[in-house]
């Protein structure tokens, strides 16, 4: 081919492309500014008015898009995003249902009409004395069925759509196919090892979490080999270097930071020699988006408005120092939205 042939080809290549990407950009556009423009409202009905909400939701869109064409131009992961969301949508009733009477609790909170929710364990399970708290305003706290069942469509509010796109982060540094072992320490309602079935990830899974209604939540997925309750911080004896691959999602954040030390021991123990540590979780504003965590005023907005207790000190945390005290060397910390993924191996030494 001609060097004036390449270019007619590549003008009307362009030409067919260029509709064929302006319509699901658009779509992804408006959806991105619904969750915007929804999660502002609620904010200024149930929460303090602190002044940067309108700058964050124009930031909030801006990389929000962003990540949409990143990562969801890629065909599996399209795909993937199609499956999960018809998953989703039979939760969406129970979702509708349950936010007015959250929104008014947190409005009565806010008020002091409401006095601290207290949160009660419903089984005989040893729960540690941090975990039985009502994280982000939500009653009974993450011990809740509510909560199980509500929690994509809370994640898909907070991070405007983006909650399933974040996780691909910790897909992709999991390689297809079927001949790990892995485990996935706090599974919630399991959602990123959603992501990843529908992407050729076929590998024995195994998950643990505290709560057992999320743990139920995601039995009813079919996507785990394996699911048990079980505290991060004494996992099972029997597993000491049994796993390739440990994956660690959105957990650190809700620890003290004991339980930190603790957990971090046990994921390397549980590691073999060479086996790698997948961990994504909150950005730690302070080091990661030093002028975002300046316009939102500080650590104290994490406990006082989304009700996370133990947030000031994960931002804190040098978590490579942390890692490497446990024989987990980082090999690559990568941002994902407001999340960040950090891949490190468990080294002999």
């Known amino acids: 081919m001609t060097s004036m042939q390449g270019t007619r080809a590549a003008e009307i290549t362009s030409r067919h492309e260029g509709p064929a990407r302006f319509w699901p950009r658009l779509g992804t556009a408006l959806r991105t500014a619904f969750f915007c423009g929804t999660r502002f409202a609620l904010w200024r009905i149930a929460l303090p008015r602190t002044g940067f909400e309108r700058k964050l939701m124009v930031l909030d869109f801006q990389q929000a898009t962003q990540l949409h064409r990143r990562v969801a131009d890629r065909r599996e992961v399209r795909s993937a995003l199609r499956g999960l969301l018809w998953r989703d949508l039979k939760t969406l009733p129970f979702f509708l249902l349950s936010a007015p009477t959250d929104v008014w609790r947190v409005v009565q909170k806010r008020l002091g009409w409401l006095r601290p929710a207290r949160v009660t364990a419903p089984d005989s399970f040893a729960y540690p004395d941090y975990y039985l708290y009502d994280f982000h305003h939500q009653a009974n706290g993450n011990l809740s069925r509510r909560a199980a069942r509500t929690y994509e469509w809370q994640l898909r509010f907070l991070f405007v759509g983006?909650?399933?796109?974040?996780r691909q982060g910790v897909v992709d540094e999991i390689p297809e196919g079927a001949g790990l072992s892995i485990l996935d320490v706090g599974c919630g309602p399991g959602s990123w090892v959603a992501m990843a079935r529908r992407q050729n990830r076929r590998h024995h899974i195994v998950g643990v979490d505290l709560s057992a209604s999320y743990l139920e939540t995601a039995r009813a997925t079919g996507d785990f080999d394996e699911l048990r309750q079980m505290n991060a911080e004494s996992l099972a004896d029997e597993w000491s270097d049994r796993f390739d691959l440990v994956t660690c999602v959105w957990v650190f954040h809700e620890l003290p930071r004991e339980a930190q030390e603790l957990v971090t021991a046990e994921l390397s123990r549980v590691l073999k020699p060479g086996g790698r540590l997948v961990f994504m979780d909150s950005l730690q504003w302070s080091k990661d988006a030093p002028d975002?965590?300046?316009?939102?005023?500080?650590?104290?907005?994490?406990?006082e408005v989304f009700n996370e207790p133990h947030m000031a000190s994960y931002l804190e945390t040098d978590l490579e120092q942390l890692f490497a005290g446990h024989k987990l060397q980082v090999q690559g910390i990568h941002r994902w939205f407001k999340s960040k993924v950090i891949v490190a191996e468990k080294t002999s030494a």
């Open 292 to 303: 975002l965590f300046a316009m939102m005023g500080g650590r104290s907005i994490f406990g």
């Open 162 to 166: 983006c909650n399933h796109l974040m």
